[in-house]
């Protein structure tokens, strides 16, 4: 079956670093997306990622390892308007998003 | 950058009417529309997909005759809540996808249905 595990919540500091992670097990692999979900809305873009590597987009990047089915997304200098989920959706063989449940990022003053 | 958009935003209804919900882009053609559902803190769950002009695909367990998806333009897709219940009430979110090598799917700001 497909399969995207990623932490239910995480707290973390205004100001500070947080990394989320994402794993997949997905028949075949056509890219990666990141998106971020406020409570109440509707997700936003964040990141796609196809080929191995680190992806900078200001405060927020993206990483992705093709062979190890592992993402993650890192967030620096934490503002409380990041408080939000972070979604890690993956496309599979048949151009089909699979969703991850989503991750719970809490800042904290 | 690609915006669609969603009508209405929020409606309220009694038991065994229908409501529709119309999804647009606005400054691009939508080759695909999906539309997902999602309950209080739980991640998107995918209920159809539409390409303009043909049917919708539904996901398994979604009833196609009580969510009836009409994808009639390349910027226009609506699903129509038929008989709603109580559990239908939910918040519905559409999204769209030029097609091409673009796979982003872009989403409109959500539906927050409520069946009284």
């Known amino acids: 079956g497909q399969n995207i595990d990623q932490p239910t919540e995480m707290t973390a500091t205004e100001g500070a670093i947080v990394q989320i992670n994402c794993t997949y097990q997905?028949?075949?692999?056509?890219?990666l997306f990141w998106y971020q979900q406020h409570a109440g809305e509707a997700p936003t873009f964040l990141s796609y990622?196809?080929l191995d590597g680190l992806e900078e987009k200001g405060r927020f990047s993206s990483f992705l390892s093709r062979s190890k089915g592992y993402s993650y997304l890192l967030l620096k200098e934490l503002q409380m308007k990041d408080s939000a989920s972070y979604l890690c959706a993956v496309l599979d063989s048949n151009y089909q998003l699979i969703w991850g449940a989503g991750t719970k990022l809490i800042i904290k003053p | 950058g690609a915006v669609v958009s969603q009508h209405p935003s929020w409606v309220i209804c009694k038991s065994g009417t229908s409501v529709k919900i119309e999804c647009r882009s606005l400054?691009?053609?939508?080759?695909?529309m999906f539309w997902y559902r999602q309950f209080p803190k739980q991640s998107l769950m995918l209920m159809a997909t539409s390409n303009e002009g043909s049917k919708a695909t539904y996901e398994q367990g979604v009833e196609k005759d009580k969510f009836l998806i009409n994808h009639a333009s390349l910027t226009l897709s609506t699903l129509t809540v038929t008989s709603a219940h109580p559990e239908d009430s939910s918040f519905y979110i559409c999204?769209?996808?030029?097609?091409?090598?673009?796979?982003?799917?872009?989403f409109g700001p959500g539906t927050r249905l409520t069946v009284t």
């Open positions: 999204s769209a996808r030029e097609g091409g090598e673009t796979y982003e799917q872009y």
């Open positions: 990622n196809v």
């Open positions: 400054d691009f053609q939508a080759t695909t």
């Open positions: 997905t028949s075949g692999f056509n890219g």
